[in-house]
């Protein structure tokens, strides 16, 4: 069973930047992607990016594409999201998850972290 554990979250102030890693305990052959989702106070959880194990194609919502860049060492089993120019509705817990599929609908996350709070201060 793979286990997700999300760190870096914080509080900034608006402008600022924060890098979140998301620490697989082992990667899975049937683990496809690797997403990052966030989910604000209530608010559906959304979907943030996606990156590929393999070959590192990574795809973004539009509400981060040009200030947010995931990443990911596979020799670490570590997938990370560089947040940059922060605003405060990025304010939400992150998560990461994995997913067998390439997908950025939340049903086909399999795995999930217990995910990590961002505050962004205005």
């Known amino acids: 069973q793979v286990q997700l554990q999300e760190s870096g979250g914080g509080l900034v102030q608006a402008g600022g930047s924060l890098r979140l890693s998301c620490a697989a305990s082992?990667?899975?052959?049937?683990?496809?992607?690797m997403g990052w989702f966030r989910q604000a106070p209530g608010k559906e959880r959304e979907f943030v990016a996606v990156?590929?194990?393999?070959?590192?194609?990574?795809f973004y919502a539009d509400s981060v594409k040009g200030r947010f860049t995931i990443s990911r060492d596979n020799a670490k089993n570590t997938v990370y999201l560089q947040m940059n120019s922060l605003k405060p509705e990025d304010t939400a817990v992150y998560y990461c998850?994995?997913?067998?599929?390439?997908?950025?609908?939340?049903?086909?996350?399999?795995?999930w972290g217990q995910g990590t709070q961002v505050t962004v201060s205005s």
């Open positions: 990156i590929r194990w393999s070959g590192g194609s990574t």
């Open positions: 998850a994995s997913s067998p599929r390439e997908s950025i609908y939340r049903p086909d996350y399999d795995y």
């Open positions: 082992v990667r899975t052959f049937s683990s496809h992607t």
